[in-house]
């Protein structure tokens, strides 16, 4: 007797929001001025490579219109603590993640949702992210929910692994994922170069997606994951009394390129494929360093990341909603026969998963 087929669970459509106010210059210009002469010049350099031009924040502009750090803005004179910032999360996050919803079910018909699935990291409010988000779009209380929190970059990979396992148990389900990260709320007081340079990265961003056993967009195919020995202090996040406080580490891309130059890790961290097959890449949007890297270390062809340095240029890393923003890219453009979603993140760990457009 043979065992039925599971079916295919498919991301049917993606869409994303972005907050309207740019911070990115403004954080720029403070923290500059930050650094002495030597570190800012350094400073400077490293934001014309890094090949971003836009980040977006739920933090409101000043009445003439300054930004968080400009006189009156949310940083102005303190640095807020956790209290204050988590307050802004609880009513800034929601918001966004409806605004990525209702540009989602102009796209593509909703119909009975079964099933929400959130990710977030960037902040914390009980009830959560996915209760609120729930009420507001008035789904029946029996609606099953599922919040990841604090998995960072990667979490959007759990949350479409989940995804997937629930679609190939119950083929009915209609299930509503939604990533959102609000990483302007986590501002540091910092006066040296490495933590300034990861917070150059950092900006807003929801993401709102249809995952059915309706087959049309992308398949989402095995999911894998590899994690790197010893390098837990590589990619960090510290709960303190002002906020989420990030370490990056400068080795991350260096260990990252050292990692996929490796056969054996290489075919962990991309489910064993055969790269010269593959013709689609959903790469992680973390930096430009690290693109950079996965493609120096998988040979990849010039063009093969452009999906991700776009997204990184207009929006910054987003945590975990950049995958999501990059796959949004690539529903858009042509049809991908053997695809790979790839994300790293803390561990330091690479997650992701095989993909196939519909025929």
């Known amino acids: 007797m043979t065992s039925p087929v599971a079916p295919v669970a498919w991301l049917n459509a993606v869409a994303t929001a972005t907050p309207a106010h740019d911070i990115h210059h403004a954080f720029i210009d403070w923290a500059r001025a930050r650094l002495p002469l ?10 014309e490579r890094a090949g971003i031009a836009r980040r977006w924040s739920v933090l409101p502009q000043g009445a003439d219109g300054g930004s968080p750090v400009a006189a009156g803005g949310f940083y102005a004179d303190a640095m807020p603590g956790t209290a204050a910032r988590m307050t802004v999360y609880a009513d800034a996050a929601p918001t966004l ?55 960072g970059c990667y979490a959007a990979v759990a949350a479409l692994r989940s995804v997937r396992h629930i679609v190939r148990s119950e083929p009915a389900a209609r299930v509503l994922v939604i990533t959102v990260e609000l990483s302007t709320l986590h501002l540091q007081p910092a006066v040296t170069l490495e933590p300034l340079l990861a917070m150059l990265q950092f900006g807003d961003g929801a993401a709102a997606a249809l995952v059915t056993a309706d087959p049309a967009g992308i398949a989402i195919e095995t999911p894998f994951a590899a994690a790197l020995p010893d390098s837990a202090d590589l990619i960090r996040w510290d709960i303190t009394d002002a906020g989420f406080a990030m370490h990056l580490s400068g080795e991350v891309p260096g260990r990252i390129a050292t990692a996929l130059t490796d056969p054996g890790f290489a075919a962990a961290a991309t489910g064993g494929r055969s790269l010269a097959e593959v013709d689609g890449w959903a790469v992680h949007a973390g930096g430009r360093s690290i693109l950079d890297a996965v493609e120096r270390s998988l040979s990849l062809s010039p063009d093969a990341l452009n999906a991700s340095r776009g997204v990184l240029a207009a929006n910054g890393n987003m945590s975990s909603a950049t995958l999501m923003f990059v796959l949004a890219e690539l529903l858009a453009g042509p049809p991908v026969t053997n695809g790979i979603a790839l994300a790293f993140g803390p561990g330091l760990a690479a997650e992701g998963f095989g993909f196939r457009s519909a025929a």
Do not use: K, W, Y
């Open 97 to 151: 993640a409806l605004s990525a919803i209702d540009r989602l079910a102009a796209q593509h018909p909703l119909g009975n949702v079964t099933h929400i699935v959130v990710a977030s990291c960037t902040g914390f409010v009980a009830p959560g992210v996915d209760q609120i988000i729930a009420a507001r779009l008035g789904l029946p209380s029996t609606t099953e929910r599922l919040l990841i929190g604090f998995m």
């Open 38 to 47: 030597r570190e800012a010049r350094l400073f400077d350099r490293m934001v």
